[in-house]
């Protein structure tokens, strides 16, 4: 069974930091990219962090400089840190693992989000 299991959110101050892990398991989690969108009340899923498999990461500019993405296949675990938080960060935060495989396509799942509030 798959699973993908946000966990860190919760309330912090604008300037604060966060860190947030997403613990998987079911799968071969060190051949899956992972990724990191997040979704505000009224808007868009966008996404904010991606690390392939052999880790190289990228940040939409929104976020770059502040979010930092990793990995830890040993724990089979991804991780965003965020820092100086702003009002705009506030929304619930989902873990993504893709992976493309020959004639199958791609075979992706979702984990059920963590919420961060950023509130003084």
């Known amino acids: 069974q798959v699973q993908l299991v946000e966990s860190g959110g919760g309330l912090v101050q604008p300037g604060g930091s966060l860190r947030l892990s997403c613990a998987t398991s079911?799968?071969?989690?060190?051949?899956?990219?992972m990724r990191w969108y997040r979704q505000a009340p009224g808007k868009e899923r966008e996404l904010v962090a991606s690390?392939?498999?052999?880790?190289?990461?990228n940040y939409p500019d929104s976020v770059k400089g502040r979010f930092t993405i990793s990995r830890d296949n040993a724990k089979n675990t991804v991780y965003l840190q965020i820092n100086t938080l702003k009002p705009e960060d506030m929304a619930v935060y989902y873990c993504?693992?893709?992976?493309?495989?020959?004639?199958?396509?791609?075979?992706?799942?979702w984990g059920q989000g963590t919420q961060v509030t950023v509130s003084s």
């Open positions: 993504y693992a893709r992976q493309s495989v020959p004639v199958l396509g791609t075979v992706a799942y």
């Open positions: 690390i392939t498999t052999t880790g190289s990461t």
């Open positions: 079911g799968f071969t989690f060190s051949s899956y990219a």
